[in-house]
């Protein structure tokens, strides 16, 4: 099994601001990483697959950077919007999720 | 427009089965995988399993084998979580979703609103 660390588990940063959220699985899973947003009450929203491709529609604010076992998701400068949890998962086998970053605002 | 529709919240007791539902439209239900996260509560996400509707190819998380028993029927565009016996650990929102590609091991761009299943005597 592949275990997925995020780091950290809550980030307090400002509007306007820059994020960097951290994921780092237990081996190597190549680029099979995505990212997912969740806001209180709803389902988890796809935001970056194959490590850096951001999915349809998602702001050029969020980047996605990384490969094997250390990988990044950037968010340039901080919408109230954005304050969510934010999960990473890895699909190279068995697909795992990371246990959660809590962006909040400070 | 891709939507997955779940069925309704559950309240159920220790040791009762139950079955939840995913209906798929908008796409060719029968040439992509549908899988299942469970969220307990205030938790994080889990990846259950995933079902190809097209010929009911079944893959399920080693964490979940023997849990549960995902399903599909594609004449009606709609995948299946049941139980057979449920336990107050069970007490879950249970999300179906679905891969922008027609591979099992993919992200999912697509999402259900989410089954909320309460366990309690």
């Known amino acids: 099994e592949i275990v997925m660390t995020q780091s950290p588990a809550t980030l307090s940063v400002s509007p306007g601001e820059r994020a960097t959220l951290s994921c780092r699985a237990s081996?190597?899973?190549?680029?099979?990483l995505a990212w997912y947003q969740q806001k209180p009450g709803q389902a988890p929203r796809l935001l970056i697959y194959?490590?850096?491709t951001r999915a349809t529609g998602i702001p050029a604010r969020f980047s996605g950077s990384g490969s094997g076992t250390e990988f990044t998701l950037t968010i340039s400068s901080l919408q109230s919007e954005d304050f969510a949890v934010y999960y990473c998962?890895?699909?190279?086998?068995?697909?795992?999720f990371g246990q959660g970053t809590k962006l909040e605002i400070k | 427009e891709v939507q997955l529709v779940q069925s309704g919240a559950e309240v159920k007791k220790p040791g009762e089965s139950l079955k939840i539902s995913c209906k798929g439209s908008g796409y060719s239900f029968t040439s992509y995988w549908i899988g299942w996260v469970r969220q307990m509560p205030g938790k994080g996400l889990e990846w259950m399993g995933i079902i190809y509707p097209g010929d009911s190819d079944t893959r399920y998380s080693p964490s979940f084998q023997g849990q549960v028993t995902i399903s599909a029927d594609k004449s009606i565009s709609t995948a299946y979580l049941q139980w057979s016996s449920l336990k107050a650990s069970d007490t879950a929102m249970y999300y179906c979703?679905?891969?922008?590609?027609?591979?099992?091991?993919?992200?999912?761009?697509?999402w259900g609103q989410g089954t909320l299943v309460t366990v309690s005597s």
């Open positions: 998962q890895q699909y190279n086998n068995w697909p795992h």
């Open positions: 979703a679905r891969p922008g590609v027609d591979t099992a091991m993919a992200p999912f761009d697509y």
């Open positions: 081996q190597s899973v190549s680029s099979n």
């Open positions: 194959g490590a850096s």
